[in-house]
């Protein structure tokens, strides 16, 4: 099959997982109504800090797809508490519960039914309307100078240049966790967190493919890429990542737990890219380069190299589960029915596939006929084969 | 250590690139479980070429080829039925008598080799069944224990209930001890110097001792007297 039909048909797939139209913008005037609402400082207490409401996660990256069998969306959002708090004035607990009771004013006066329900590092509000959205809020402030600056160090030493490696650093927060040792105590050595540096990270490798992004700059009449929200930057390496997420969905649809988490494919999958245009070159490059050592995995976060996002998978519950194990069989499926979509010479098989393993419904009509007609081996069956017998 | 899902006894690679509608399940328990559209071509002589294809479930345990994988037919295109040969509790498909695969494992220990020579006969008999109704191609043996009694008659080259029964205590007992019994065949002398004993050794390859010996247990349970019984196992085995 010609790459330009095979990067239509992957086109199509994405598309057919891509959130419905409106979700983003929907998920972005949620935020920014909370936001608005807790800098009105005749209602919030926290408006007298600063507080700035971002999206985070898949919302934030651009790399949501289309829900699979689950009830709601997962928009994640960091509360940044900007100015007036450290970790010397308040402790982690008095943090959580000063949002908390903002949150819950909230929800009264936008009369959402459920009841602000607690998390170990945020709060979730649920919203029962046709937009299908549950809001978590995490907490946080601005991580300490001195912090940053060990942060900043590291990345550096990863391998990330030092005006990058500036600019993510400064983002670091400082996050609640009631697991926490001192979390009701007053103490600096809060867990640190940096969504906002994750994505600046996430960016520079989407901006590999500078070309590209130009042209989408220029076709959406802005100055700068960086003028449009990162979802609507629409990249291979966005629409590449949502597909590897749904094939992991559908292969973990009965198993959830076992699944391999969306920071390590995002991760693994932005550092595997290596600035190709195409959908199917981005896949291909992915692929290729995407791997984990199974001895001593090793998936360090881009924002914070201390942190391995494959320490899990060590753990007592990590071993339970088999995620070491499940990784890797997700990884060597996903190249598996990626590099058939990608090397199908028969229509017929790849439209099964992309129902089978992607959950799409490839239309028919836009590609014409099967190009050839791969049959199986076939078996001769000599000898005595056994006889079917029931117990 | 290598990944589970690539260890060479599995073969569970090789296994994908021949069956690629075929996938990889997530692992439980340390075992592999694969999924999908199961295509494939098969002829034979008497019945002609089968090209067909059923959506299964395989679920090869980490012990394989030393335990059978079970496997199972999603759509419900196979009846759940006696004659169909779909075990009821579970709707695992039976391929044919536990020993016999194991034996015919034994010669190609690989989930190629399992598919090629117990899978595929099976679907394609059936595949012939539901469009042709009939018998099945290869021939079927009776339900529940007797057809493994008789199976096993066939495959030691014996006779008889009895001689199957006490083949199958003599492959839970230790070797040295079995080779001073008398034989089973009836032959007048001791099992080590009949040439059943041969048979005996390779099955001996097939499986632990308390596994015969469990396997005699469970055919003991098989009420003899039951009138079903005699005519059940009267076409291959006299009792």
């Known amino acids: ?391 | 250590m290598a990944p589970i899902i690539s260890q060479g006894a599995l073969g569970v690679e090789e296994f994908l690139r021949a069956y690629p509608g075929m996938g990889l399940r997530p692992i439980r328990d340390n075992r592999v479980e694969l999924e999908g559209i199961f295509a494939f071509s098969a002829e034979s002589d008497k019945h002609g070429r089968v090209t067909d294809k059923f959506e299964l479930k395989i679920d090869i345990p980490n012990t394989f080829p030393k335990e059978l994988p079970l496997v199972y037919e999603l759509q419900g295109r196979i009846p759940r039925e006696d004659r169909y040969h779909v075990n009821p509790t579970d709707h695992s498909l039976c391929l044919g008598s536990p020993l016999r695969l194991l034996t015919i494992l034994a010669g190609v220990p690989t989930l190629t080799g399992f598919a090629a020579r117990c899978l595929i006969p099976y679907l394609y008999a059936v595949s012939l069944k539901l469009d042709r109704g009939g018998e099945f191609a290869f021939g079927e043996l009776p339900h529940g224990r007797r057809g493994e009694i008789v199976d096993y008659g066939d495959l030691l080259g014996l006779g008889t209930v009895n001689q199957v029964m006490k083949t199958i205590s003599y492959l839970g007992m230790k070797k040295r001890r079995a080779n001073k019994l008398p034989c089973p065949c009836q032959c007048g002398r001791r099992l080590g110097v009949c040439a059943l004993n041969s048979r005996i050794r390779r099955l001996r390859q097939l499986a632990e001792r308390a596994w015969f010996r469990q396997l005699l247990l469970d055919l003991s349970r098989i009420d003899s007297s039951k009138a079903g019984f005699h005519s059940a196992v009267r076409s291959g085995l006299r009792v």
Not at chain 1, 6 to 31: K, N, S, V
Not at chain 1, 85 to 94: A, C, D, L, P
Not at chain 1, 302 to 327: I, M
């Open chain 1, 1 to 391: 099959m010609s790459g330009s039909l095979t990067d239509e048909i992957l086109t199509e797939l994405a598309q057919a997982i891509e959130i419905p139209d409106g979700a983003y913008e929907a998920a972005d005037g949620r935020y920014q109504d909370l936001g608005g609402w807790l800098n009105d400082d005749s209602k919030s207490q926290s408006a007298r800090y600063q507080p700035l409401v971002s999206p985070q996660g898949s919302f934030r990256l651009g790399t949501v797809t289309r829900l699979w069998k689950r009830d709601d969306y997962d928009l994640d959002v960091a509360l940044n508490l900007q100015e007036g708090i450290t970790t010397k004035s308040v402790t982690q607990y008095q943090l959580k519960q000063l949002v908390g009771t903002d949150l819950n004013l909230y929800r009264a006066e936008r009369q959402i039914q459920e009841k602000l329900e607690e998390k170990h590092r945020c709060w979730r509000l649920k919203y029962q309307d046709q937009l299908q959205f549950h809001i978590d809020t995490v907490p946080c402030i601005p991580q300490a100078g001195d912090v940053k600056a060990i942060i900043q160090e590291r990345i550096i030493q990863a391998g990330t240049g030092p005006l990058l490696a500036h600019d993510i650093a400064s983002y670091a927060a400082a996050i609640t966790d009631d697991r926490h040792v001192s979390y009701q105590r007053i103490s600096d050595d809060w867990y640190t967190s940096n969504p906002e540096g994750y994505a600046r990270w996430f960016e520079s490798r989407m901006k590999m493919a500078r070309g590209l992004l130009e042209s989408r700059a220029l076709q959406a009449r802005v100055g700068h890429i960086e003028d449009l929200p990162a979802y609507r930057w629409r990249t291979p390496l966005q629409m590449a990542i949502q597909i590897l997420k749904r094939h992991r969905d559908i292969m973990y649809e009965r198993d959830l737990d076992r699944k391999p988490i969306s920071i390590i494919i995002t991760t693994l999958a932005a550092q595997a890219y290596r600035g190709a245009f195409e959908l199917s070159a981005t896949l291909e490059e992915i692929l290729r380069n995407m791997q984990v050592d199974y001895v001593s995995p090793q998936i360090l976060n881009p924002v914070d190299p201390r942190e391995n996002f494959a320490d899990r998978w060590n753990t007592p519950d990590g071993r339970r589960l088999q995620l070491k194990e499940n990784f890797h069989a997700w990884l060597k499926q996903a190249q598996r029915d990626l590099g058939m979509l990608l090397s199908a010479s028969d229509y017929g098989v790849l439209r099964e596939h992309a129902q089978k393993r992607f959950g799409v419904f490839v239309k028919e009509s836009a590609y014409g006929r099967p190009t050839a007609n791969q049959s199986p081996a076939i078996h001769v069956i000599r000898d005595a084969p056994p006889k079917p017998w029931r117990r």
